[in-house]
């Protein structure tokens, strides 16, 4: 079957409308910021982000947008916090979503401080991304030494990189057929086909950040 290839797309699948999609989502995501503010439980955030999202598209997202605040931020992808956080001013914020622009996947994340200011942890999480990145596209790795290369210097900031639901994935026309994890490539992944995804835990503060995007 051709779908048993991890890098297998249709026939009818276009680049350019998948780097469309994908500069859409990120102007989606500060949009979505803008929208959380203190006094909001998170499940309120959430809610009004995917409005906005069904309002700007016309279509739901390809994956259930995942709005963590705080204590929230350590969790994995779909894990339910016992009670919804209160986000206040200064709270640790993610946001990670999967718009469906024009019939492509957008798929987008990134942590900030609510109020503004700066945290070393987002930071950090944003910035070993785009030096992993950077690492892909010199280097060449295959998606499993791009992971562990993600370990490695995760440990060497003194964070812990979280795997559990945060381990690269496909990105395709809407809906994508394969289900396969960037992690276990054992070849250098394509451009414009895998989501690097970077979920770093700060555990002596109990928080995480998480910062995602299109390897391109």
């Avoid at 991304?129 to 010199?138: A, I, N, T």
């Amino acid at each position: 079957m051709p779908h048993d290839d991890p890098e297998w797309n249709r026939e009818r699948f276009e680049p350019r409308r998948l780097l469309a999609a994908r500069a859409a989502s990120w102007a989606l995501l500060e949009e979505a910021f803008a929208l959380v503010t203190p006094g909001m439980r998170s499940d309120e955030a959430r809610a009004r982000v995917d409005a906005m999202l069904l309002a700007r598209t016309g279509a739901r997202p390809w994956h259930p947008t995942q709005l963590r605040v705080d204590a929230e931020t350590v969790l994995p992808f779909g894990a339910k916090p016992s009670a919804p956080a209160l986000v206040k001013d200064g709270s640790l914020v993610f946001v990670d979503m999967g718009p469906t622009v024009d019939g492509y996947e957008g798929d987008v994340a990134t942590t900030r401080v609510i109020g503004g200011g700066v945290d070393a942890l987002a930071h950090a999480a944003e910035d070993l991304h785009r030096e992993l990145s950077g690492y892909w596209r010199v280097h060449r790795p295959s998606g499993r030494e791009l992971y562990a290369r993600a370990g490695e210097r995760a440990r060497e900031l003194s964070y812990t990189l979280a795997l559990t639901g945060a381990s690269g994935h496909r990105l395709a026309d809407h809906p994508h057929e394969v289900r396969a994890k960037l992690r276990a490539l054992e070849r250098c992944p394509r451009a414009c086909a895998w989501v690097l995804e970077i979920h770093l835990l700060d555990e002596g503060r109990a928080r995480g950040a998480f910062h995602e995007d299109l390897l391109c």
